[in-house]
Antibody
Framework: QITLKESGPTVVQPTQTLTLTCTFS??????????VGWIRQPPGKALEWLAI???????RYSPSLKGRLTITKDTSKNQVVLLMTNVDPMDTATYYC?????????????WGQGSLVTVSA | SYDLTQPPSLSVSPGQTATITCSGD??????ISWYQQKAGQSPVVVIY???KRPSGVPDRFSGSNSGTTATLTISGTQAMDEAHYYC?????????FGGGTKLTVL
């Protein structure tokens, strides 16, 4: 059974860097084709994809946020970390960690429970 | 950037068919996934690869994709199907979500 869980601060001050950790089980991020991604959802709004990292350390970012995001993995700890610099109240959202399996899987399943982050002074 | 367009809302009566559309340029050339998100919960995939249904998803859920429009169809809609539905595609190795459709069953 695959599970993912997000962890990180619940409140971050504007201009700071947000660090979110995804801790997963039930799969290995060293398996060919596997990826772990991040998706966020502002309160009452739509889903927004942020980034994904693959088993071979290939990384992809949302074009609209690319300069502010860094995604890394620690395969031995079964963790993926997302850094978001210079946060703004508009970054207030629930942040989800997701699993993507090897091809042909191009969908995200499962999702973590989500972590609500509020950006406020 | 690539955009996916969904109607913001749709209302159906129990037992009716709900049809949720997702439009994008040459969308039929891509594979579409659909996610269901009930209030206060994380999204769950209900359709992948345009028309495949994960185990555990009722067969009243079906999908199609052709031309510029992908469609999620829920036949015999039940009250438990009330949720937000999001389509998702890949474009140039990045991910795009539609704006979501709130399905109300009343």
């Amino acid at each position: 059974q695959i599970t993912l869980k997000e962890s990180g601060p619940t409140v971050v001050q504007p201009t700071q860097t947000l660090t979110l950790t995804c801790t997963f089980s039930g799969f290995s991020l060293s398996t060919t084709g596997v990826g772990v991604g991040w998706i966020r959802q502002p309160p009452g709004k739509a889903l927004e994809w942020l980034a994904i990292i693959y088993w071979d350390d290939d990384k992809r970012y949302s074009p609209s946020l690319k300069g502010r995001l860094t995604i890394t993995k620690d395969t031995s700890k079964n963790q993926v970390v997302l850094l978001m610099t210079n946060v703004d109240p508009m970054d207030t959202a629930t942040y989800y960690c997701v699993h993507k399996g090897p091809r042909p899987q191009n969908w995200f399943d499962p999702w973590g429970q989500g972590s609500l982050v509020t950006v406020s002074a | 950037s690539y955009d996916l367009t969904q109607p913001p809302s749709l209302s159906v009566s129990p037992g009716q068919t709900a049809t949720i559309t997702c439009s994008g340029d040459q969308l039929g050339d891509k594979f579409i996934s659909w996610y269901q998100q009930k209030a206060g919960q994380s999204p769950v995939v209900v359709i992948y690869l345009d028309n495949k249904r994960p185990s555990g998803v009722p067969d009243r859920f079906s999908g199609s994709n052709s031309g510029t429009t992908a469609t999620l169809t829920i036949s015999g809609t039940q009250a438990m199907d009330e949720a937000h539905y999001y389509c998702q595609a890949w474009d140039s190795a990045t991910v795009v979500f539609g704006g979501g459709t709130k399905l109300t069953v009343l």
